[in-house]
């Protein structure tokens, strides 16, 4: 997660809406999931002069007298969710490859209620404090039915936006909440819902696997043992996989293959599962009558497979690498099919026998969840008085002006347009 002294700041392009935010991932215990908070600044000159054009263009397609009264102008916010299964240029018909699976508006400004009782949190007071009387804050609440942010990794070669699960804070100014949006004024900021490791699950260790299997002209069986050392792996961690394979038969074993497996399955309009290999170890062999002990070491990570399209990512946010999705833990009682994309491990082995007419296999499967580790908790009392802004100007720094229809184009105007400090 994010330092809780960084502010990340996002202003639309004609400077009327800007949007301050303490973090941009926000945790899914499971049981809850932190609320999403943060403070709208607006200009409001910028604001009156464009709902003036505004008012003024309608007022005269009506021939209303020249002296009526220029209505307030309105800014909302609004935080959505939507499952994107398809590329933009894959619409077909008028119809997007995409669903929204939640979406919440709130009025800021004119604001609804008192400003003090908007205020939810520490970072929210410190925000209003330094950016003036135009700074309002905003706080929404996630319904606990929402699936975690993921995407698909797309191949070298793909354009557009990949399939994924997507979170979004936007701010914009209109006549009315259901009035068409201009685009240069709004804004939108990526955020994240993230899962950690269960406090009350980590260290668990899974029961161990065994098989055994008889062959038609052999006395003994074959017996496998695959043990790991706990349920739970961090990203970033290495497996290490305990491993004995008594051949007692007449059989050779003539390759022992180790993967770490990714299943991710689409839940929300297809159920297709796709299993992708992101670690493998083989070569081993065990000959008839002998016995192979030996433990294995497995390290699944992004960077070994950022070639291959279709392995689950967790959410990526522009500018920040990503890793590998974590496992989903769902919630008792919600329904899987509203999830969007559900992601879980195992660790499969598979021990090839050789036959006197075709080779055959031995296989068995040990599940795992892959996960962060639950960050420290920074006390409020501990954090930094001082607020560190990050801006958003990726189409400046490409030295060149983004399309109004690309989401880079909402960049920040950069310090000049920030309120001065109160």
């Known amino acids: 997660m994010s330092p809780k002294n960084v502010v990340f700041k996002k202003i639309c392009k004609d400077k009327s809406v800007g949007v301050y935010m303490g973090r941009r991932d926000f945790v899914d215990r499971v049981d809850s999931v932190d609320p999403v908070d943060g403070v709208i600044v607006i200009d409001r000159d910028a604001l009156q002069g464009r709902k003036g054009e505004s008012w003024r263009g309608f007022r005269r397609a009506l021939r209303w007298p020249h002296d009526h009264a220029v209505p307030p102008p309105l800014v909302f916010v609004t935080l959505s969710c939507t499952f ?11 119809i997007a490859f995409r669903r929204e699976l939640y979406l919440s508006t709130r009025q800021v400004y004119p604001p609804l209620q008192d400003r003090e009782q908007g205020v939810h949190t520490r970072m929210q ?23 975690c942010s993921v995407a698909m990794q797309p191949a070298t070669h793909d354009e557009g936006k990949q399939c994924a699960v997507e979170f979004e804070v936007k701010a914009f100014s209109a006549e009315a909440q259901d009035a068409k949006v201009h685009k240069r004024s709004s804004v939108k900021l990526m955020i994240r819902k993230v899962q950690y490791a269960p406090e009350s699950q980590e260290g668990a260790a899974p029961r161990s696997m065994e098989i055994s299997r008889d062959f038609a002209i052999s006395d003994q069986p074959l017996h496998v043992t695959a043990r790991l050392d706990k349920e739970i792996f961090y990203h970033g961690e290495t497996m290490r996989l305990h491993l004995e394979v008594v051949n007692n038969s007449s059989r050779n074993v003539k390759n022992v293959i180790i993967s770490v497996d990714q299943v991710s399955t689409v839940v929300l309009y297809s159920n297709d599962s796709y299993v992708k290999c992101v670690a493998i170890e083989e070569g081993d062999t065990v000959p008839a009558g002998t016995t192979l002990r030996r433990d294995v070491l497995l390290l699944p990570l992004l960077a070994n497979n950022r070639e291959r399209r279709g392995i689950a990512l967790d959410g990526k946010l522009k500018h920040e690498d990503t890793n590998l999705a974590s496992s989903s833990v769902v919630k008792p009682g919600v329904l899987k099919e509203v999830l969007g994309i559900l992601v879980s491990y195992r660790v499969m082995l598979k021990l090839i026998i050789a036959g006197v007419l075709s ?5 068995l499967e040990l599940p795992f969840k892959l996960m962060h580790p639950k960050p420290d908790t920074v006390k409020e009392s501990e954090m930094e ?12 720094l490409r030295g060149m002006i983004a399309d109004d229809d690309e989401e880079e184009g909402n960049v920040s105007g950069g310090d000049d347009m920030a309120p001065k400090e109160k």
Not at 127 to 134: A, E, Q, S
Not at 139 to 146: K, M, Q, R, T
Not at 385 to 396: C, D, T
């Open 84 to 94: 994107r299964y398809g590329r933009d240029d894959m619409d077909v018909m008028g």
């Open 125 to 147: 007071a410190k925000l209003l404090r330094k950016l003036g009387d135009d700074a309002h804050p905003f706080f929404f609440e996630f319904p606990d039915n929402l699936p």
């Open 359 to 363: 080779s055959s296999e031995v296989s």
């Open 385 to 396: 008085e001082e607020l560190v802004f990050q801006e958003f100007k990726r189409s400046y």
